[in-house]
C-alpha cells in the first residue's frame, strides 16, 4: 500500500491522472455524438486507420507531435474513408466491406511502418497506449481539446442535433449539414487522437463508445447523454488509472475493461432499458 | 394561424413555384424528364404515378435536395437551392431516422421552429403557440407529446413528423406520402389540414397513392411517370386515359 501511495506522489502519475480525466471526458462527452450518429462501426474503422496516418508524419517529419498526429490520422482517415466510399459506389462490395478491406490494409502498414521508426515509444505503446509517459505539454493539448469539444458543441448543439436526426430536413431549413458534418468528424478525430495516447490505437474505439452508451440506458435526455458521457469517462479512466497501479496491469486495457465493466453494471440494473426491460417484455 | 414567413398577399400577387425542363438522373439513368409544372401558392397539388416514377425525387429536387441534370426550379423567381430560411417544410419519407434518437413527440415538432430560431434565438412564446396548434392538429397533445419517439406506432410517428412540418409554418409543403401509416380517423382529419393549409394561401404539394380520395383533397394533380403523362386542375387531368397510360408502364414491366 505505502508503494501504491508513492506512485501516486510522483509527478508522471499526477500528469496520467490529469490526462486520463481531459481525454476521458472529451470522448464521453463525444460518445453522445456516435450514439446518436449511430457511427461505433465506421470509427472502429477511423481509430484502426490513424495508426499509418501518424506512423507515417513521424517517418517523414522524424519526430512525434501532436499537430503532426493530428493531420496525419485525419488525412489517413480521410483517404481511406473516400476510397471506400468511391470503391463501393463503382462496384458491387457493399460500403462496409470497401472500408474493412481499406482500413484493415491501412493498420497493417501502419504496423510494418513501425519497424522503421525510431521514438522511443514500442509498439505495445502504439496499440494499447502509453497514458503513464505523458508529458507537460501534451495535457496542454488534452485541455485544448477538451475545450473545443465543450464550447464548440454547446455552441452547434441545436443545429448539430437537427443534422443527426434527419439530415434532410435540417437541410431544407437552413442547417448547414455538411459544416455539421465536418465539425463531428472533426471532433471525432481529435477524441480519438487523444483516446489514441491513453489506450493506443486498437482500444481507442472503446473510450469513444462505451460512456455514451452506458447513459443512455438510464436517460432519454441529449443534455444528459453528453455530460453524463463526458462524466463517466472521466471516472471511469481516472479510476482505471488507479486500479492498474494497484493490480499492477496495463493501464489502457485497464482504462477500456473499467468501462466495459460499468457497461455490463448498467445492462443488468437499468430499469428503462437492458436485461430488465428485455426479461419484462417477454414475460 | 397566422402567415409568419414574411410574405403578405395584399397586393393580391401570389408567389409561384416555377419547374422548366427539369432533368434528374441516378447514376446513368434519368429519373425525371423533362419535368415542367407551374403552381402558385393557395393550391393543393398531388403527385400521382407508379413506384419509381419519380415522385420522391421530384419533391427532393423542389427542395434543392437532389442535383438536377438541367432545367430550374425557382420559387417566387429564386433558384430553390438559395431557399434555405424555411421557406419550404419537407416531409420525406423516414428511412434515415435513427428510432432510438432520446427524443420526444413535443421535441420533434419544436425541431420544426429552427428556421425561426437559428442556433441561438430562445424559444419564445410564438414558437410554443406554433408547436402547441401543430400537436393539436395532428392529435398528438397531451399525453402523447411527452412519448419517446421510440414508442411510437408507426401512424403515430407519421403524424409526429407532419406536426413538424406544420409547425415550421412554411410558406411550401412539400410531403413524401403524407398520408402513409394512417388510419381511417386521422386521414380525415389530414385531409382537412391539407385543404385548410391551401385556404391559407400556402401551397401544398404531396406525392399520393390513394387514387379514390385525391380529387376530395387536392385542387390539382400531376401524373407522373418519369416524364408528365398529365397535369392540371383534377378536372382536365385526372381522367382513365392519363392514369391508365402512366400505370401502364408497371404491366409491361
Known amino acids: 500500500m505505502s508503494e501504491f501511495m508513492d506512485i501516486i506522489g510522483m509527478p508522471f502519475f499526477r500528469r496520467a491522472l490529469v490526462a486520463a480525466a481531459l481525454i476521458g471526458f472529451t470522448n464521453g462527452f463525444v460518445s453522445g455524438f456516435v450514439l446518436l450518429r449511430r457511427s461505433a462501426l465506421s470509427l472502429g474503422a477511423l481509430s484502426h486507420t490513424m495508426l499509418p496516418g501518424i506512423v507515417l ?40 466491406t470497401a472500408l474493412a478491406i481499406f482500413y484493415t490494409t491501412a493498420f497493417a502498414l501502419g504496423r510494418v511502418m513501425l519497424d522503421y521508426v525510431s521514438t522511443g515509444e514500442d509498439l505495445e505503446g502504439w496499440l494499447f497506449g502509453s497514458i503513464l509517459s505523458v508529458g507537460d505539454a501534451d495535457l496542454y493539448v488534452f485541455f485544448g481539446i477538451a475545450a473545443i469539444t465543450l464550447l464548440g458543441s454547446s455552441l452547434l448543439m441545436r443545429p448539430l442535433l437537427l443534422t443527426l436526426f434527419e439530415p434532410s430536413v435540417a437541410v431544407v431549413q437552413g442547417v448547414p449539414v455538411r459544416w455539421m458534418n465536418y465539425f463531428l468528424f472533426t471532433l471525432m478525430v481529435m477524441a480519438l487522437m487523444a483516446s489514441f495516447q491513453a489506450v493506443g490505437a486498437v482500444l481507442s474505439i472503446g473510450l469513444l463508445v462505451v460512456p455514451g ?6 436517460t432519454n435526455s441529449t443534455r444528459w447523454l453528453f455530460w453524463g458521457g463526458g462524466v463517466i469517462g472521466s471516472v471511469g479512466a481516472v479510476s482505471a488509472v488507479l486500479l492498474s497501479v494497484l493490480l499492477n496491469i496495463p493501464t489502457g486495457p485497464a482504462i477500456v475493461v473499467v468501462l466495459g465493466g460499468l457497461f455490463l ?7 428503462t432499458s437492458g436485461l430488465r426491460k428485455t426479461l419484462t417484455s417477454k414475460g | 394561424m397566422s402567415n409568419s414567413c414574411g410574405h403578405s398577399h395584399n397586393d393580391g400577387q401570389k408567389h409561384e413555384l416555377r419547374i422548366e425542363g427539369l432533368n434528374v438522373s441516378y447514376r446513368s439513368e434519368l429519373a425525371l424528364k423533362d419535368i415542367s409544372l407551374q403552381a402558385s401558392c393557395g ?38 437551392l438559395k431557399c434555405r430560411g424555411g421557406e419550404f417544410s419537407y416531409l420525406p419519407q423516414h428511412d434515415e431516422v435513427n428510432w432510438n434518437f432520446p427524443i420526444t413527440v413535443r421535441g420533434v415538432v419544436e425541431m420544426g421552429r429552427y428556421p425561426q430560431l437559428g442556433a441561438y434565438k430562445k424559444f419564445g412564446e410564438d414558437d410554443r403557440i406554433a408547436v402547441e396548434e401543430a400537436l393539436e392538429m395532428m392529435e398528438m397533445d397531451g399525453k402523447l407529446a411527452r412519448r419517446q419517439i421510440s414508442e411510437l406506432s408507426g401512424g403515430q410517428k407519421q403524424r409526429a413528423f407532419i406536426a413538424r412540418a406544420v ?32 385556404a391559407e394561401d400556402r401551397l401544398v404539394i404531396a406525392s399520393h397513392h390513394d387514387l379514390g380520395t385525391l380529387t376530395d ?5 400531376m401524373i407522373l411517370n418519369r416524364e ?26
Not at chain 1, 452508451?213 to 438510464?218: D, Q
Not at chain 2, 400521382?48 to 420559387?75: D, E, F
Open chain 2, 217 to 221: 383533397i387536392f385542387d390539382d394533380v
Open chain 2, 167 to 198: 409547425a415550421q409554418r412554411a410558406h411550401v409543403l412539400l410531403l413524401d406520402e403524407p398520408f402513409s401509416g394512417l388510419d381511417h380517423d386521422h386521414t380525415a382529419n389530414l385531409s382537412r389540414l391539407l385543404r385548410s393549409l391551401a
Open chain 1, 213 to 218: 452508451a452506458i447513459v443512455a440506458m438510464f
Open chain 2, 228 to 253: 408528365v403523362v398529365a397535369s392540371g386542375s383534377c378536372a382536365e387531368a385526372f381522367t382513365k386515359e392519363n392514369l391508365n397510360q402512366a400505370f401502364s408502364h408497371r404491366i409491361n414491366e
Open chain 1, 265 to 271: 453494471i448498467a445492462y443488468l440494473i437499468s430499469p
Open chain 2, 43 to 80: 393550391r393543393s397539388l398531388a403527385l400521382v404515378g407508379p413506384n419509381g416514377a419519380g415522385k420522391s425525387t421530384l419533391l427532393k429536387a423542389i427542395a434543392g435536395l437532389v442535383k438536377r441534370r438541367s432545367g430550374s426550379v425557382t420559387w417566387d423567381g429564386k433558384d430553390t
Open chain 1, 57 to 96: 508524419v513521424v517517418l517523414i517529419t522524424g519526430s512525434l507531435t501532436q499537430v503532426g498526429a493530428f493531420l496525419g490520422s485525419m488525412i489517413a482517415a480521410l483517404m481511406v474513408g473516400l476510397s471506400a466510399m468511391v470503391v463501393s459506389r463503382g462496384s458491387k462490395i457493399p460500403q462496409g
